[in-house]
């Protein structure tokens, strides 16, 4: 053959042809533009030591596609109010890379800063303690102490006590040890790990906390004394307590010290703990493993075993503890409501103890709820409380309002809340349809960003104005910054388009819905300005069922957008943010009553002449996955195409392997699955799941389905996916695969990501033309 002719035979990657290929470049180059942008993780403030201005550190992370990692950097700046309409950002000329970096926590004055950095492997943590000037320590905490130190958001915890010479922190417990043998069998005592004569076995396995935590040890408590580096495991805790989110409780002259920290229990059985509120637990304090020893100097003594007080005894859930800056309030967030109906996740409450003055700790301290769960709200009120995190300083300089973020309908906003009164105001603009999210107080003002699904994330800088009478008078005033730069095309595209938040009624409402489950529910719309309803449409749908599609700027959503589609955004009755009797209304009616939402919610654009009725496609994850592929099979006529991550396609399978199988119960059976869950399903379990799933559809499904599956997903098992593209395959429905092997639930690694939504874009618009 002649090599040159060979040569010149155009290879194209599996899945494009020459037709699409075009497409698939300017998509791609689109896409990574969107991906570029980056986003703001966390920020602190520091006070100059001139008093005037203050500085601040934005954490900042970048997805990057070729080392397929997220690139994290820190960016500061220098603040100065110039008069009440006037603030001053002086950012400094450029970013430091911060990759390496696993935790980073400033102490309580601002003059000292914790650096942790994790290993990959069985090295040990790094511990670096720097002043505004130089590294002041570093340690190395080998793997015989602790292992990696947690950094996932919700064990985590960081806490600094209050004369900055000991942090308290949690970790993975050692590895425990394992039975060796050599070539005279088993061997007494411990081997180093790499003698080459000898092999460990593995032991008993150890359970884990499921989904994200694969092989992940129990977190643990330690604390390290900053001056000497010395490390001690926390004293007296219960081997079947998981523990997180420490602090310091407050010094009191004459008494030991104590630690506050958050515990859930392995009995009967960890299940997956990511997204589920549901799993009990309890705020518990214990001794601090160090005190100040005769020579006057920070040393490390074990206490003999410490008591472990339960403070939270009376709620099923309790966690994020909060002292007040004066050490009288710990203020907490309670999941109850998650925990006792064994939705996943529900409506919050803030609760508060007031910390004994003495230090004498009890069990049966009393418990104020500050804010209570709201079953529905009248319009126009606190819907309820929605809180995925407090801030590290939450407290404006009364010493009892906390400032912080929560989910009202469809919008995140900014809520202040006086911990004594109880009284909540809306902070964050009341006519805004944007979200706002705090980042970090600057005294009494608020850094926050807000964006919608076309507007990047701006950051803003908000003024109580009139601070002697603390009501609703908040100014928010621009901050211009480099952050969030993106390419004048993106600028352009999102300038193009609009968006509204819909009010759906609810359909056939009956009287055995609870006033909230009648209330309208809510969608989001985006279109191009010059939408005459024939754009193409993606109904999309999240996950849960019990989160939320905020109007919060997302780039996957931005870029679908941007080449084309109307989104129809359904935040169907069970989402977040709307009172916990809506929310209620869904366990046991999954797939029926979140199916005709949706439809409902796609009629009522249609009727309005919004959307093209032979456009449209559909779209979701996991739980959305789920309502998508019974809504291919529910109303086949409907859809032209679909695209579904890690859907839930089979609960009568996925019961047997989901780290959540209590979830396949509570969802499907309603407010008894709870009582009925067992880990043994009967068949008459297995008839009731299969015939709540999507799978019990399949023969009416006609739309060309796109299937992205990650298949290190402990939450919905790829054969779930997998097993549901077959069976359309087999039925002649054009299906299309692509796995990413190293992908967990979330499928969010950069390529994935990137990958996945590109083949979204592609694979609609070929059923869309
Ligand atoms: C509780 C939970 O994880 N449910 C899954 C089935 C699900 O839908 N997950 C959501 C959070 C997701 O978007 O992945």
Redesign the pocket.
């Known amino acids: 053959m002649d090599s040159s002719k060979a040569c010149s035979v155009k290879e194209l990657p599996v899945g494009l042809d020459e037709a699409t290929e075009e497409e698939y470049a300017s998509q791609s180059k689109l896409l990574q533009e969107f991906t570029s942008i980056s986003s703001i993780d966390k920020a602190w403030i520091f006070k100059s030591d001139s008093g005037i201005g203050s500085q601040a550190m934005f954490s900042i992370s970048q997805p990057n596609l070729l080392a397929n990692k997220k690139r994290k950097f820190m960016l500061s700046s220098s603040i100065s109010k110039e008069s009440i309409n006037n603030v001053n950002f002086q950012w400094a000329p450029f970013p430091i890379e911060m990759t390496g970096v696993s935790l980073f926590a400033p102490s309580p004055s601002g003059s000292k800063l914790l650096v942790i950095r994790n290993p990959e492997n069985e090295s040990p943590s790094q511990f670096e303690i720097w002043s505004s000037s130089q590294l002041e320590k570093e340690f190395m905490i080998s793997q015989s102490v602790h292992g990696s130190v947690y950094a996932d958001g919700w064990f985590e915890g960081i806490s600094w006590n209050s004369d900055e010479s000991l942090i308290a922190y949690v970790a993975e417990e050692p590895s425990p040890s394992k039975p060796s043998f050599d070539d005279q069998g088993y061997r007494k005592g411990a081997i180093k790990d790499k003698e080459c004569s000898s092999w460990k076995a593995q032991g008993d396995w150890e359970e884990e906390w499921g989904?994200c935590y694969a092989g992940k040890r129990q977190p643990a408590l330690f604390v390290i004394n900053v001056n000497s580096g010395k490390v001690e495991a926390v004293k007296g805790i219960a081997k079947s307590l998981s523990v997180g989110q420490v602090v310091w409780a407050p010094q009191v002259e004459g008494t030991e010290q104590y630690l506050v920290f958050v515990g859930w229990s392995a009995d009967p059985r960890k299940l997956?703990i990511?997204?589920?509120y549901n799993r009990p637990c309890a705020l518990y304090a214990v001794k601090a493993p160090l005190y100040k020893s005769e020579a006057a100097e920070f040393d490390l003594k074990s206490t003999e075993e410490s008591t472990v007080v339960n403070l939270t005894q009376s709620i099923s859930s309790a966690f994020f503890p909060q002292f007040s800056p004066d050490g009288k309030f710990l203020m907490f967030l309670s999941a109850k409501a998650s925990v006792d109906s064994g939705a996943?996740?529900a409506t919050d409450s803030l609760q508060r103890i007031d910390w004994p003055t003495g230090g004498k700790l009890c069990s049966s301290t009393k418990i104020i709820d500050v804010i209570p769960i709201v079953n529905c709200a009248e319009d126009g009120h606190l819907p309820g409380l929605y809180c995925s995190s407090f801030l590290s300083k939450p407290w404006l300089s009364d010493g009892c309002t906390m400032i912080l973020s929560s989910y009202w309908h469809s919008c995140e906003v900014i809520l202040s809340v006086n911990v004594i009164s109880g009284k909540v105001l809306r902070i964050s603009p009341a006519d805004s349809d944007f979200s706002w999210n705090v980042l970090t107080l600057d005294g009494d003002n608020v850094i926050a960003v807000c964006s919608s699904p076309i507007d990047v994330p701006q950051i803003k800088y908000g003024c109580l104005v009139d601070k002697a009478n603390n009501s609703t008078g908040w100014r928010w005033l621009n901050v211009s910054s480099p952050i969030f730069r993106c390419s004048e095309k993106v600028m352009s595209l999102l300038s193009s388009h609009q968006f509204s938040i819909l009010q759906i009624p609810v359909k056939d409402v009956s009287d055995c819905l609870t006033k909230g489950a009648a209330k309208p529910f809510e969608a989001i719309f985006v279109s191009s300005k010059k939408n005459d309803g024939t754009d193409p449409l993606i109904v999309m749908l999240?996950?849960?069922?019990h989160?939320v599609s905020l109007s919060s700027f997302s780039k996957s959503s931005a870029f679908l957008s941007s080449i084309g589609y109307s989104l129809l955004i359904v935040n169907y009755r069970g989402s977040l943010g709307f009172g916990e009797e809506a929310l209620q209304s869904l366990p046991g009616k999954i797939g029926s009553q979140d199916v005709n939402d949706v439809l409902t919610a796609i009629d009522y654009v249609i009727e309005k002449g919004l959307a093209n009725p032979s456009k449209i496609t559909v779209l979701g994850?996991?739980?959305?996955g789920?309502l998508t592929t019974h809504l291919i099979g529910q109303a086949p006529d409907k859809f032209v195409a679909a695209a579904v991550r890690?859907p839930?396609c089979n609960l009568s399978s996925m019961v047997g392997i989901t780290d959540?199988p209590d979830?396949c119960y509570v969802e499907s059976y309603g407010s008894n699955g709870k009582s009925i869950y067992t880990e043994a399903p009967s068949a008459e379990h297995l008839t009731h799941l299969y015939n709540k799933s999507p799978i019990s559809h399949i023969s009416k499904v006609k739309a060309p389905t796109l299937f992205l599956l990650g298949a290190q997903d402990l939450?919905?098992p790829v054969s779930n996916g997998l097993q549901y593209s077959r069976a359309l395959k087999e039925r002649g429905v054009e299906t299309k695969v692509i796995m990413f092997p190293n992908d967990i639930?979330?499928i969010e690694r950069p390529q994935s990501d990137f990958e996945s939504f590109l083949n979204i874009g592609m694979w609609f618009k070929r059923y869309c033309q």
């Open positions: 989904e997956g990511k997204y589920c996943h996740s999240h996950g849960g069922p989160s994850g996991s739980h959305g789920f890690n839930v959540i979830w939450r919905v639930h979330a």
